[in-house]
């Protein structure tokens, strides 16, 4: 890659210009194509609107397979959520409370500028009932730096997100649901 880049700076220094790129293969939205720009990070419009005039909000504690063996474990249908263990629930009735969690989610996406990593191992989900009747749920993994959304059972979005899980873990806690196991080097 070295000798690429220096071979190309010398030809551009003697005046050699390069012909226009070819259309790459992959398309416009592929980081392959050399004029390929990053698309905003944001939720979903719809998944947007639905935070805003939701009707009912509940925040999930969620458990993550950590160990091969919490993969192999079990669960019945109405024990996990999107394929994740529950932990418990708690329904946001208190507007202060619902705010916070929706600022928590809205913020944290509204500040992430860097690339997430390749887990997924959400702690938390909130799952929002529209007005027009939809589910929404925003599994999010702070640690991970991903928020995923869905309607129902199909996933719809999702974006980076940074901050901190411990608001969520305060309102879990506070209603007395258990949180996840922490992670290898998590407090």
Do not use: W
């Not at 005046?15 to 259309?23: K, R």
Request: contains cysteine; hydrophobic residues 40%.
């Amino acid at each position: 890659m070295k000798s690429f880049i220096a071979a190309t700076l010398f030809l551009a220094s003697i005046g050699f210009a390069a012909p226009p790129a070819a259309p790459s293969s992959k398309g416009p939205l592929s980081p392959a194509n050399p004029n390929y720009v990053s698309p905003p990070n944001k939720l979903p419009d719809e998944a947007v609107e639905a935070l805003k005039s939701g009707v009912k909000f509940i925040l999930f504690s969620l458990e993550p397979p950590i160990t091969i063996e919490d993969d192999k474990e079990v669960l019945k249908p109405e024990q996990k959520h999107h394929g994740f263990k529950i932990l418990g629930s708690t329904e946001l009735v208190n507007a202060v409370t619902k705010d916070s969690v929706i600022a928590s989610i809205t913020e944290g996406v509204k500040k992430h500028t860097s690339e997430g990593s390749g887990c997924f191992l959400p702690r938390h989900s909130l799952r929002v009932t529209a007005a027009n009747g939809k589910i929404y749920d925003f599994l999010t993994c702070f640690q991970c730096t991903k928020i995923e959304v869905y309607v129902g059972d199909k996933r719809i979005g999702g974006a980076g997100i940074v901050g901190s899980q411990k608001p969520l873990d305060d309102i879990l806690t506070a209603a007395k649901i258990p949180l996840a196991k922490p992670m290898e080097g998590e407090n």
